[in-house]
């Protein structure tokens, strides 16, 4: 898989959009880019996940730069729940299950200020 | 629609017994895997199943066992319980479809080996 690099930590005002930056200058044709998070103690939690187009849920936004080497996830609204650390991966298109299971790196460790 | 259940939620072991945690999801979903997160680390996959009868070991599968007679149970056995095992433990599962291999994780067992 592709290796990933996110800042450590940000900052984020209540009510203000969050955007979480992340850098997969390796990325390969056929590998997806993945978002989950995980709020303190409990389990990781998928976001969105984006080939090439940007794409939309109702939890995020994800944008994607036109050559893939970075994206950006969105958090239109953030709330204090929204503290937690969140994981950039990259993951090929179809791994065939899971031998190597998903690497979570170090992530980016948002706090939302009230 | 529960998603991915575990129990139990917090256990303390004696070195040298032996446990089952349990894993259940109910989206019908071929993949299944076992995590587990020391404090302050990422996830690293203990074992996973393509499917009912199939499994086979991840990075870290030593002193674990597993089964998956069905598509929704998969639990994960600890035979001679040690130190090193105290750890969060993380079931997930996945449709395991070519361009989707979002995996949704339970809350976790915390184990705490004495």
């Known amino acids: 898989d592709a290796k990933t690099t996110q800042p450590p930590s940000m900052d984020c005002a209540e009510g203000r959009a969050a955007n979480l930056p992340c850098n997969h200058s390796t990325i390969s044709g056929n590998e997806y880019v993945y978002w989950y998070r995980q709020i303190h103690s409990q389990g990781p939690q998928y976001i969105i996940h984006?080939?090439?187009n940007n794409e939309t849920n109702e939890m995020a936004s994800l944008i994607i730069t036109e050559d893939r080497k970075s994206s950006t996830l969105i958090l239109p609204h953030a709330t204090l729940r929204d503290t937690a650390v969140y994981y950039c991966i990259v993951r090929p298109m179809y791994s065939g299950g899971g031998a190597d299971g998903l690497t979570f790196g170090k992530g980016t460790h948002l706090i939302i200020q009230p | 629609n529960a998603g991915v259940t575990q129990t139990p939620k917090f256990r303390i072991l004696k070195i040298g017994q032996s446990m089952t945690l349990q894993c259940t999801q109910d989206m019908n979903h071929n993949y299944m895997y076992w995590y587990r997160q020391d404090p302050g680390m990422g996830l690293k996959l203990i074992y996973y199943?393509?499917?009912?009868?199939?499994?086979d070991k991840g990075e870290v599968p030593n002193g674990y066992n597993v089964s998956r007679s069905t598509t929704e149970d998969f639990p994960l056995r600890l035979e001679l319980a040690a130190p090193s095992q105290t750890s969060v433990y993380f079931c997930?599962?996945?449709?395991?479809?070519?361009?989707?291999?979002?995996?949704?994780f339970g809350p976790g067992t915390r184990l705490l080996v004495l």
């Open positions: 997930a599962s996945s449709r395991g479809l070519a361009g989707d291999e979002t995996q949704y």
């Open positions: 984006g080939l090439k």
């Open positions: 199943s393509v499917g009912a009868g199939i499994t």
